[in-house]
């Protein structure tokens, strides 16, 4: 069972499509709230609908930690300090390039909501980015069509291969704001990487801080997951539901380093191919572009009807952040993101805080 899916559950469960918009109700069920929350995009929606796309974006442990403030021909999104998680992220690269995937989703959403979104940034972007919005005739976008497809899929795939021409694809999407998108398909590679992903994952479970800042994020069932619409709900893993106070007692003999280590295994083998994004630069704009790539390649895989996860805890452990930078000759670079893709079914979407919750008032 993955960490990040841990006590949720036992059973899979048929996966939910978005259905046409409702309004902004408190759901009762896991499938109302993900009928809500995934709707598809509303062309005459405006700036909040853009705000909606943003928030849809994969962000780390879903905390969804960010701010958005509306102008008439502008969005600024800022960071959410509140909502960071010092032990996996102490230095918060990880919630920089989570506004740089949700300001992706906007750019994207722009063209089906009438306009065109420029992303800007200040040159250290420590307070986020904004995103200037000219009018235009609502269009089409193949990519914001998988917007509300696009999930992180936790689960094994079917260890095909893809052509080279998706292939192609992939590695054009997440090559964006000069950020390099670096594929590895060859199996000896791969297993190689895996090791970095066990090694990770064994220092990370036996790190209490982690453990514990990784199980505040954890959502053991329907009721918690809906109370907070945030964190990392069982349904997204597609398995049922167990009581908190249960889940807690059972967390030490269900997840073990052992069972999360083999089901790495199982999941890295079961994959095409293992994507790792490096930023031109280690500052916030440069996490905020690795965030972008990533989140583009995403919608790309999603569009093609690949499913992808992220496995980055080499990138996560400092120790092992250096060595996995030398294994892919980056020099002083680093590597900022890393997902594993392939085909395989889709599980239950996670769940999001309703856009009034994250919008400064005017
Ligand atoms: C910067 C970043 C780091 C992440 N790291 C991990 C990770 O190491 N393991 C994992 O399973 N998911 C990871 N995720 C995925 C998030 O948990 C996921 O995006 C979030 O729970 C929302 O779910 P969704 O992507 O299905 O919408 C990461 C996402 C981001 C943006």
Redesign the pocket.
């Known amino acids: 069972m993955?960490r990040?899916?841990l006590i949720s559950g036992l059973a899979m469960t048929a996966p939910m499509t978005a259905a046409p918009a409702l309004a902004e109700a408190s759901p009762d069920s896991y499938e109302a709230a993900v009928q809500q929350i995934w709707r598809p995009l509303a062309p005459a929606g405006g700036l909040r609908e853009l705000v909606r796309a943003g928030t849809?974006?994969?962000?780390?442990?879903?905390t969804q930690p960010w701010r958005f403030a509306l102008a008439p021909d502008r969005i600024t999104i800022r960071p959410d300090f509140s909502r960071r998680c010092p032990a996996v992220d102490p230095d918060d690269h990880?919630l920089f390039?989570?506004l740089g995937?949700a300001v992706e989703n906007m750019v994207q959403a722009a063209p089906i909501c009438g306009f065109q979104a420029h992303p800007t940034l200040d040159p250290a972007a420590s307070q986020g980015a904004g995103l200037a919005l000219e009018r235009r005739q609502p269009a089409g976008n193949p990519l914001a069509e998988a917007l509300m497809r696009?999930?992180?899929t936790?689960s094994d795939y079917d260890g095909q291969t893809l052509s080279s021409a998706e292939l192609d694809q992939l590695a054009r999407a997440g090559s964006l704001a000069k950020v390099e998108c670096r594929l590895v398909t060859e199996p000896a590679r791969m297993t190689a990487i895996l090791d970095y992903v066990v090694q990770g994952n064994s220092a990370q479970m036996r790190d209490p801080a982690f453990m514990a800042e990784l199980i505040s994020w954890l959502r053991f069932n329907d009721r918690m997951a809906l109370e907070r619409l945030d964190g990392?709900s069982t349904r997204?893993s597609g398995r049922p539901a167990l009581p908190a106070w249960l889940a807690r007692r059972l967390l030490p003999w269900v997840m073990t380093e052992a069972s999360e280590n083999d089901s790495y295994a199982r999941q890295i083998r079961s994959s095409a191919g293992i994507a790792v994004f490096v930023a031109p630069s280690n500052d916030p704009a440069g996490w905020i572009a690795a965030?972008r790539a990533?989140q583009r390649f995403a919608l790309q895989a999603t569009a093609l009807d690949l499913r992808l996860?992220?496995?980055?805890?080499p990138v996560?452990v400092p120790s092992l952040r250096a060595q996995f930078a030398a294994f892919l000759g980056l020099g002083e670079r680093r590597p900022d993101?890393v997902v594993r893709f392939g085909r395989g079914p889709t599980l239950p979407?996670?769940l999001r805080r309703p856009i009034d919750a994250v919008i400064d008032p005017a």
């Open positions: 993955h990040r899916s849809l974006a994969a962000n780390s442990h879903n990880h390039a989570s995937c696009r999930q992180s936790r990392l997204s965030g990533c996860a992220f496995i980055n805890q996560e993101l979407p996670s």
